[in-house]
């Protein structure tokens, strides 16, 4: 991976942000000038104003002492507001634009990366590179302290000066030899995050009784134990990169005791000046220190944003065609004889589907039937090996990636939660009103449960949801699903973690919350098969169910073409209209 990449992405971050930067370096730097005016107002004071039952010398001090302390606080809440905003809206386009570029990305590109790795770029990666982001403001306190104390040392006394200006360099010597190796400590963690948690993803989607979970959970191990050792290794170059730099600036400040303590005892410095040197150095050591944390962050961030660039550079092998056609408004989503083949064997198909604007369509099917790559295929996250999906009569392999990205949303099985608040999570780097977030939710019935987060909307997640329970998470990603008000809605499986009362709730819901749109949900719960206007049905080998009454063909292949498999009694509407189901992967 290119550093200097990931150092391009950050500054073409920053210059889109420059203005808010600005605006937070400037109060930035009122806030530090005023926090390293209150030693010196302390020394004016003690040298000047307090003296015994001097009330008027007192106040002459107190009073701006306290205006100062007014100023400083002030500063620094615009300092931090406006770096807050300049640091969330920089990750918010980092999702945003991860997740346009993924959506473009043929199955072959998306196959260079691992799902747990793709997750970890858009969501830790992304927290890094917001984190430096809102650090900035803390180099500029870091050099108005150097510009401001050095100058106030030499006014105190020039020995004091010389061990200011000595702590600096000594400081950067200490720091020259840790900045490379960490950052390749860093680059190997990183990549080994990434591989643990594909394995957490193999081992979370393995099939009971096929004998294979052992071996699952040995890779899984292995990673994890490789995921230590360079846990271990980085922290360890951390942790002396931390203790090393700031002793120096701490053994200045001893130093500058005895020389200052000597100065007053001579009568060439006055306690207040030593008062206020001892306040200043302090504030010298508290800046060295944060600024070795910063560089740390930096290199974190470096490697961050070199590995979200590597998603975004990430070349599309099969372009936008020449013949590029976008789909009616109103129309019809269709799969016609539908197959495909992975690992060489054939796990769908052929298959028919439609569905159209107002519809519900259900997809049931025993695991391993093909559901999930059904799904896939309807919002071209993969093409079929044979047969046509299209949307208006317009083959998806012509349709422009961004147009059918919008219009036809897919909703997993296992949604991916950012490690984020409830409405970065709901919008995903996307412009969109409060009051529309809070309707999908409505929706999805999950309102109740933001309403009751400490912060509500604004409410943190955690990595990877760690906060909220599987329907929860599921319930959100539906949501998110939602905002866009996507032509073609496909639901693998959403309601799997929900009670039945829930479900009922959120089925009812979304045939009002967009009447004209198309769902396409797969399920294997009776009351999702009950409210679909028509169910498809797959066997176990990923063909069609056959119809009741037709009798099954005693051999022959896939090849045969589907038969449509009909719903049972109680869920057969508009006239014994009869649906076939497709599945995939584990659903």
Known sequence: MDSATGSRLLRSRLLERRGELALGGMATVVQQTAMLALPWCVQRALDRGVTPRSVH???TWAVPTALIAVVFVLGGAGGLWWSGRAANRVAHSLRAALVRR????DRPALGRYGHGDLATRVTRDVDLVR???????IWVRIVVTIV???PAFALLAW???????????????ANAYFPARFDTANEKLSSAFATRADAVEEASAAVRGLGGESALVRRHHDRSAALTQHTMTTARISA???????TVPRLAIAAGLAIGGTAALRGDLTVGGLVAFTSWMTTLTLAVTVAVDLLSAQGQARVAAGRIAEILDTAVDDGEPADAESPPPGAVLRAAAVTARHGGRRVLGPVDLSVGPGELVAVTGPTGSGKSTLARLLCRLEDPETGTVSLGGVDLRRAPRLELARRVGLVPQRPLILAGTVADNLRVGRDIELGELRAACEVAAVDDFVRGLPDGYDTELGERGASVSG?????????RGLVGRPDVLILDDVTAAVDAATEATILRRLRAWSPESALVVISHRPSVLAAADRVLRLTADGTPAPAAGVQAPAAGPPEAGPTLAPAPAPIQRQGGDEVVGVGGGNG
């Open 57 to 59: 010398g007192t106040l």
């Open 471 to 479: 329907g929860q998470g599921q319930r959100l990603a539906l949501a």
């Open 148 to 150: 401001i104390v050095l």
């Open 159 to 173: 020995p004091l000066l010389v061990v200011g200006v000595v702590t600096i360099p000594l400081v950067a010597l």
């Open 240 to 246: 002396m990169w931390s203790a090393v730099p700031p």
């Open 131 to 137: 984190l430096w982001v809102q650090n900035l403001s």
């Open 102 to 105: 993924v959506s473009v990305l």
